[in-house]
């Protein structure tokens, strides 16, 4: 059983915690738009999981697409086409970066399972969205099948063969 859902907000990295002092004491406070954006990710999720946490191993596949920046967007005058670009997903290797997208996304999904250590198995693409897509992060999220898979484990096997 798996649960697909879109969240129609550009992806954004999870910021660090921010400090201040007072009166010598050092009080440290979340970054509210960052909590913000976790906060509309658990809604999203709660809206199509089921009402139970998930319990067990769970997989997670992640495609954020970034608002595509100005350059990729100019279109020749006289056709019309894109200028060095494609009407489809880009890659994007500009920031936010991948772990911070994760980090904030595994955070604003804590509704939904027990601990997002229960992740075992998970795949992440960063693209720049379609030349006429608004940004949005799409997530599935599946229970493990019972077994690791055999592509898992010849993947480990091909390491162990090479380093022999």
């Known amino acids: ?3 697909k859902f879109t969240v129609y907000l550009p992806p954004k990295g999870a910021a660090r915690c921010r400090a201040s002092a007072v009166t010598g004491a ?4 979340p970054d509210q738009p960052t909590e913000d954006w976790k906060t509309t990710v658990g809604y999203y999720a709660v809206k199509v ?6 319990e067990g191993p ?33 890659w ?23 601990d997002d250590a229960q992740i075992c198995w998970s795949s992440f693409a960063k ?4 030349a006429k ?12 099948p019972a077994e690791v898979p055999e592509s898992i484990t010849r993947f480990v096997a091909e390491d ?4 022999a």
Do not use: F
């Open 127 to 130: 693209c720049y969205c379609e």
């Open 160 to 163: 162990d063969q090479e380093a």
């Open 133 to 144: 897509g608004r940004p949005r992060i799409v997530i599935r999220i599946s229970r493990c």
């Open 58 to 90: 769970v997989k997670l596949d992640v495609v954020a697409l970034i608002q595509r920046p100005q350059r990729l967007l100019k279109r020749s005058k006289r056709t019309g086409e894109l200028l060095g670009a494609i009407e489809g997903l880009m």
């Open 49 to 54: 999981l089921p009402k139970e946490v998930l």
């Open 1 to 3: 059983m798996s649960w």
């Open 26 to 29: 050092v009080h440290m406070y």
């Open 92 to 114: 994007c290797e500009t920031k936010p970066d991948e772990d911070n997208i994760k980090k904030g996304t595994y955070d604003g999904l804590k509704s939904v399972w027990r």
